[in-house]
Each structure stands twice: as C-alpha cells, then as structure tokens.
C-alpha cells in the first residue's frame, strides 16, 4: 500500500513539470529597455507663404508668391503686419524704329548693337525686347468742314490701320473741329471703332494741339498697355486751339507719353502756300520729337497705303530701357539719342523720341483742364 502512494507521488509530481515548462515555453520573451530620444520641434512652413504642397519640376514655379517673400527684383516693407510691395519705377523707356540706307527696317539687330545717351552721356541699358507689343492708340481725325470729302477714305485707312495692327491693341476715337469729342472710348472691336469714326459732323475750325492734349491725356489716365500712340488725320493748319505747338510737344513728352504719327491730307485745299507749309511743318515736328513719322498723301488714293505703313512701323520697334545716371528728382528736359551699329549693317538710323520730363511726383497726374480734356458727344468731360 505505501509502495502504491509512492508511486501515485511519483506521477503527480511528473505532471505538475510538464504542465509548468508548457506555461514557461509559451511566455513571451523579455525584450531590451527602448530608448526615447529627446523631442524635436518639428519645422513648420511660414503661414504667410502661399506654397503649392505638390513640388513642380520647374523650379520657378515653387517660389513663394506671398507678399512677405518677394521673388527677386521686388524689395517688401512690413510696417505692423502690413506689406507693401516696390518696385523700381525710375526706368526710362523708348521705342525706338531701326531703318538702314534705304529706309527698309532694320529687324535683326540685338542689344549689343545699340548705344543709348542722355544728355550726350551714355547710359547702361537694363531692358531690351523686340517684338510686336500690344498698343494702345488714340485716332484723332479732323472733323473741320474742309475734310467733308475726305471722310470716307480717312474712315477707310482708319479701320485697315487697325485690322493690321496687333490683336491685342485697343484704340479710341477722337473727332475735333473747335472741340475735341470722343466718340468711341478704348475698344477692341472693329464694329465699335467704325461707329466712332462715322460720327460727321463737319464744320468750324481745326483745334489740332488741344485735341492732341487731350488725347494724350487720356492715354495717360486710361490706356492698358505702357506702349501708346496717337494717329493724326488732318488737312490743315490748327487755327483754334488754346494751346500753342511748342506746348503741345512739352506736354506729351511731360506725360513721357505717345509717339505721334500724322496723315496731312493737305493737297487740293484751299489753303494759301504758306498755310500749308506751316502745317506740313507742325506736323512734322510734333511726330519727330516724339519719335513718329509725318506722311503727307498726294491723293485719297495713298491714304490707306500710308496707313498701313504706319502699322508697320509700329509693330517691329525695338523698346529698350534704361535708368538714368541723372536723378530723377532733378527736374529739367533731358535730350535722348540711341546709336545702333552692327558689323552686318551699313549706316543705320534709329527714330525715336527726342527726349523727356522726368517723372518727379506730380508730372503726368494732373487733373485736365477744359482746355486740354476730351469730351463726350453730351458735351460732359471725361474724367
């Protein structure tokens, strides 16, 4: 019997160790001790930067465009969470018409080949293009009673001027006799242009310089493109302005404004020989100081051919800019010439404006006057 309990015992105890190295077996092992590194603030993007999260392979177009982080050429001024953005307004610029020998232009040339002065000093240039700009354009036409007969043709050349020109100019139309009258504001629209230009209403005298004003006046206060000419169409000496030449040219080069090209239709008028000469020489220098051209038709029927010439002209310029070595705010009438030699070239000539105002705060804002403001067909001034 005891012999029985011991091995009873015996068995017991062999059951309990298998039980307990099963339980062992199964036990997850222990693991090393983690170490924690210390907590590291993480970089987060300024919240005033608006930055695609999706990085472009252009490298441009993942710089900030915020206010607060200028692309380069802007300086940014912060004053108590406010920016204001700068941006050096100081450049000079000129359109400037390249022809050699024979009067053909000139369309290869690059800004090496160009030497711009200022009161015979040389300035560095800073900007160059060459290419066909939009434009914005006043198309002054003389509605006096002698261009009665003309009408028609001038409305014709007018409309082929534009349809030649850029797609994206915009012009306005200015009729004057003793007033200047806009009859068509800035537009695009070849239906709207027309509608201005068969606005007859032909009588009184020939206000030229006030419409000129006017008219640069409103480029200055409206026009969309930095680019800006006006078109003159004319058959006569001005007899009824206020203004007189030399302050006309003052105030489109004070408004470092348009280059002016003038029609003069001034064949089979009744004007005397020294009428005509006058106003042929008008014309003349008010397109050459601010570098255009004056034609002067023999015939209705070279009205639209001259007219075509002057898109040409207009649409293979070269604009070049520069900062003057003169401080803008030292005022006074600053001369301009541009040279251009290439090895590949004869002798070449470069048009352009003669020379400018500079721009010293008030310049080019001033509130027209009635003297020198187009108005409406209701007779109120544009402002």
């Known amino acids: ?7 009873l015992l015996i068995v017991f105890l062999l059951i309990f160790c298998a039980f307990t190295g099963r339980a062992q077996a199964q036990a997850p092992a222990p693991t090393a001790p983690v170490h924690v590194a210390p907590t590291v603030s993480e970089s987060q993007p300024p919240l005033d930067v608006d930055r695609d999260p999706v990085v472009s392979p252009d490298p441009a177009d993942n710089l900030p465009v915020s206010p607060g982080h200028p692309n380069p050429g802007q300086t940014v001024h ?14 000079v610029v000129l359109n400037c018409t390249v022809v050699d020998n024979h009067g053909h232009l000139v369309n290869d040339l690059t800004k090496e080949d160009f030497t711009v002065f200022e009161d015979n000093a040389p300035q560095s240039i800073v900007s160059f293009q060459h290419s066909d700009l939009p434009v914005s354009m006043g ?14 043709a001038v409305v014709t050349a007018a409309l082929d001027l534009v349809r030649a ?26 239906a709207k242009l027309s509608q201005g230009l068969g606005h007859i209403q032909a009588a009184g005298g020939t206000a030229l310089y006030d419409a000129v004003v006017a008219a640069a006046n409103h480029l200055a206060e ?27 040219i003052h105030r489109v080069q004070d408004l470092q404004g348009p280059v002016v090209y003038s029609i003069g239709l001034l064949f089979g008028s009744d004007n005397t020989a020294g009428e005509v000469n006058r106003a042929r020489r008008a014309l003349i220098e008010l397109s050459a100081e601010t570098g255009g051209l004056a034609f002067f038709p023999r015939s ?7 007219a075509a010439e002057v898109a040409r002209d207009i649409r293979n310029q070269y604009t070049i800019g520069y900062h003057s070595t003169i401080p803008m705010s030292r005022g006074g009438y600053r001369t301009v010439r541009v040279d251009a030699r290439a090895p590949h070239h004869g002798r ?11 721009q010293t705060g008030n310049t080019g804002t001033q509130k027209s006057t009635a003297a020198n403001s187009v108005q409406r067909d209701t007779g109120n001034p544009v402002q």
């Open 139 to 152: 198309i002054l036409v003389d509605n006096s009673g002698s261009m009665r007969d003309k009408r028609a």
């Open 165 to 190: 020109s850029n797609p994206g100019d915009e012009a306005f139309v200015v009729n004057f006799s003793d007033e200047a009258f806009l009859d068509q504001d800035f537009t695009s629209s070849i």
């Open 348 to 358: 070449l000539y470069v048009r352009t404006r003669s020379g400018y105002y500079p």
């Open 222 to 248: 409206g026009a969309r493109h930095p680019k800006q000419v006006l078109l003159i169409i004319t058959d006569g000496e001005d007899d009824a302005s206020s203004l007189n030449l030399v302050q006309t």
């Open 78 to 91: 912060r004053n108590h969470g406010v920016y204001t953005l700068r941006r050096n307004v100081d450049e």
């Open 300 to 306: 209705l029927s070279n009205v639209d051919s001259v």
């Open 1 to 7: 019997m005891r012999r029985c309990n011991n091995l």
